[in-house]
């Protein structure tokens, strides 16, 4: 049996000493970030990424080992397993290929083929296979079958027909064979059922096909929930007749009886009723999986470009969430994020108090200094955004921009939202999560189920259990890169750090506030819960500020405190190979060592481009086709990217309008919260509130 390790050298580029360090260092515990950040001479300095990928294909790779050894025992017990099997079984490298192997052997329920053989009908299924007869003395041959349950020759010989077409159905050989043609030059074919919506979500789709191999994730995405919705029919076709002439050569000979004819409808019969729906059905699951992975991979994109947006920092903020009837709530957050105070304000219709609505802002900023706001992107934003525009030109002086809202309801009544503030309604929460998701993305929006953050595309229809696992592993690669201030951070942004999880996360929160901050990364080692291996896993991430050792405010693991601290004795510390040796250190821990010691308490999110506040307001009547204006990034889709303009609705930016060259995906040229100062207005509908826009000529 081939052992994981080489199974794995097959499956990635790592050689098999680094996934023998892998695997060990997994084995004892350790997380990805972990492994990626303080084992680099174990691994060749393999990144987060690059460790997560090859998880996945450890994962993969045994699966497949332990479904072998599941088949080879199952063969044994039933000795149906010979020395060629058990090679054909030990050498499969995928599943489909395994279980192809394994199909024939598997226990039936009540097939058309099984109920033949158990009316002793195999041998003569056996005569028709080699086809030797002619049909006449194939057809005697049959009547020598009538009996019991055999009625008759016509019974006889359809029976031996299935067995046949079972068998052939079942070769791995043909399946392959199958499965590449469809794959390669099949069609997928939809039309409209009579459920179907003509001006519908769906109406491009009425009648449409795609070959196989190039239809777009998204669009097979869109397909899918069509069908699920009913609105839609969905099958893959292939030339048949020519795989039918292809079957016809290669499996009847010259030499054979005019028995034949009835061979080659047993094939027939075993391609249109048996192998074609299999493979269809494989093929479909298999589109599946791959738009699933893409459709989450861009998730996971958008939401690491959304988690990285830069703080804003050393400034007092106001957080808008704007509504009509209910009033626009405000709230107030200090430099650090504390909530101040709250208020609400009636500045749009149907009440329109702008008197009264400047002065209880004008009351808050004299307060507490308020040096910008963050405006949510729902309902009444456009004209809340109008009502801050009238402020600034009033003297007000108050720049603001927009945030997306998305998920903030979902918080504003969640368990965290009720812990951390149980004294305030859900709408002051949410005007406070808006306000936070422009004083810290990160820390905010931590606290909100990916899903509901409105930065990706069809994920309700893909694999739940996979989204959920691969959005969680983003944001743990995401919260460890940039590193937690532990004396400030909530539960929620502890529970990502590694080896921490939601109960140690609780603990480290409580312990902080009955014994107050810790002074030490190894002050951690007396929170409940907390033990030897989740602080070796943790306090590499952890930044403590003003503690007792720089080195605690630092990405320096404890483990190499006392070779930071050697590097004083140093006057030049270009030489890193030849320092590390003296060190016995490996020269990748080195360099990262001397890297955190120039920048301590650096935050990786400080070196992009933060989000511009404004103080006018774009108004879609004032625009025209040739317009230039300025935006920011809200969503990217596998066909285009949102863009918040100042409209009511977002901007759309089709991928063939980002750039002169031909681009593969807008992830290539844009990401999320970025900011877009010239952009073309090229297409405008007044009905819909649409705008179409282009980055090509600007």
């Known amino acids: 049996m081939q052992n994981l390790t080489a199974l794995l050298a097959?499956?990635?580029?790592?050689n098999q000493n680094q996934i023998k360090n892998i695997l060990t260092l997994l084995d004892k515990g350790d997380t990805i970030p972990f492994i990626a950040r303080y084992r680099k001479e174990l691994t060749g300095g393999a990144d987060d990424e690059q460790l997560r990928l090859f998880h996945d294909v450890y994962l993969s790779a045994k699966r497949l080992l332990e479904r072998k050894e599941e088949i080879l025992h199952i063969l044994k017990e039933r000795e149906q397993l010979d020395a060629k099997l058990q090679s054909q079984v030990e050498e499969a490298e995928t599943m489909t290929a395994l279980e192809d192997i394994y199909r024939p052997y598997k226990e039936k329920k009540n097939t058309r083929a099984l109920t033949a053989i158990k009316q002793g009908l195999e041998p003569l299924a056996n005569i028709l296979h080699s086809a030797k007869l002619s049909k006449e003395e194939f057809t005697r041959k049959?009547?020598?079958?009538?009996?019991?349950?055999?009625?008759?020759?016509?019974?006889a010989i359809k029976g031996a027909q299935d067995i046949i077409a079972e068998r052939y159905a079942e070769q791995p050989k043909?399946?392959?064979?199958?499965?590449?043609m469809v794959q390669r030059h099949g069609t997928i074919e939809v039309k409209g059922t009579k459920y179907f919506t003509q001006n519908g979500s769906f109406k491009n789709y009425k009648s449409h096909s795609e070959k196989v191999a190039y239809i777009p994730s998204h669009r097979y995405l869109?397909?899918?929930?069509?069908?699920?919705?009913?609105?839609?029919?969905?099958?893959?076709?292939?030339?048949?007749?020519?795989?039918?002439?292809?079957?016809?050569?290669?499996?009847?000979r010259d030499y054979m009886g005019s028995s034949k004819s009835l061979l080659l409808e047993a094939y027939k019969d075993g391609f249109k009723r048996l192998l074609y729906p299999s493979i269809e059905r494989e093929v479909f699951a298999l589109l599946k999986e791959k738009a699933d992975a893409t459709a989450i991979g861009v998730?996971?994109?958008?939401m690491t470009q959304l988690f990285m947006t830069p703080p804003v920092t050393g400034k007092v903020l106001l957080g808008a969430d704007p509504a009509y009837r209910t009033g626009c709530k405000l709230a107030v957050i200090d430099e650090n994020g504390m909530y101040l105070d709250h208020a609400v304000i009636y500045p749009v219709p149907p009440r329109d108090e702008y008197e009264k609505s400047r002065d209880v802002v004008a009351k808050l900023v004299k307060k507490y200094n308020i040096q910008g706001v963050a405006i949510g992107n729902g309902t009444a934003s456009n004209e809340t955004q109008a009502f801050f525009s009238k402020l600034n030109d009033d003297g007000l002086h108050l720049p603001y921009t927009v945030v997306s809202e998305a998920g903030a309801s979902v918080y504003s009544a969640s368990s965290i939202a009720a812990c951390e503030y149980p004294d305030l309604d859900v709408t002051i929460r949410g005007a406070i999560s808006i306000a936070g998701r422009l004083r810290d993305p990160m820390a905010t929006l931590v606290k909100i189920d990916p899903k509901s953050l409105g930065i990706g595309q069809y994920q309700h229809d893909v694999d739940q259990k996979l989204l959920e696992r691969k959005l969680h592993e983003g944001v743990e690669s995401l919260v460890n890169a940039v590193g937690v201030d532990v004396n400030s951070a909530s539960a929620s942004l502890l529970s990502y750090v590694a080896g921490v999880g939601t109960k140690v996360a609780e603990n480290i929160v409580k312990h902080r506030e009955s014994a107050g901050v810790f002074d030490s990364k190894k002050a951690l080692l007396k929170v409940k819960g907390l033990g030897a291996k989740a602080y070796e896993q943790a306090a590499g991430f952890m930044r403590i500020r003003n503690g007792k050792s720089v080195f605690d405010n630092t990405g320096i693991h404890p483990e190499s405190y006392v070779v930071a601290k050697a590097l004083e004795k140093y006057s030049d510390l270009s030489d890193t190979k030849r320092i590390a040796e003296e060190l016995k250190v490996g020269e990748p821990t080195l360099r990262d060592i001397i890297k955190e010691l120039a920048k301590p308490g650096f935050d990786p999110r400080e070196e992009l481009p933060s989000i511009p506040f404004k103080q006018g307001l774009t108004e879609i009547e004032n625009l025209k086709e040739g317009s230039i204006v300025s935006g920011v990034v809200r969503n990217i889709a596998d066909f285009g990217a949102f863009v918040d303009i100042g409209l009511k609705n977002d901007g759309m930016i089709h991928i063939s309008q980002m750039s002169q060259k031909r681009i593969a995906h807008p992830l290539e040229v844009l990401s999320v919260n970025q900011y877009l100062p010239r952009i073309e207005v090229i297409s405008i509908d007044l009905e819909k509130n649409k705008v179409g826009l282009s980055l090509k000529e600007v």
């Open 222 to 252: 869109a397909i899918k929930r069509g069908e699920k919705e009913k609105e839609l029919s969905v099958k893959l076709s292939i030339d048949t007749d020519r795989y039918l002439e292809t079957l016809k050569r290669y499996k009847l």
């Open 142 to 155: 049959a009547g020598q079958f009538v009996r019991a349950e055999v009625k008759d020759v016509a019974h």
């Open 10 to 14: 097959k499956k990635t580029t790592l």
């Open 299 to 302: 998730f996971g994109k958008n």
């Open 174 to 180: 043909e399946r392959e064979v199958l499965r590449d």
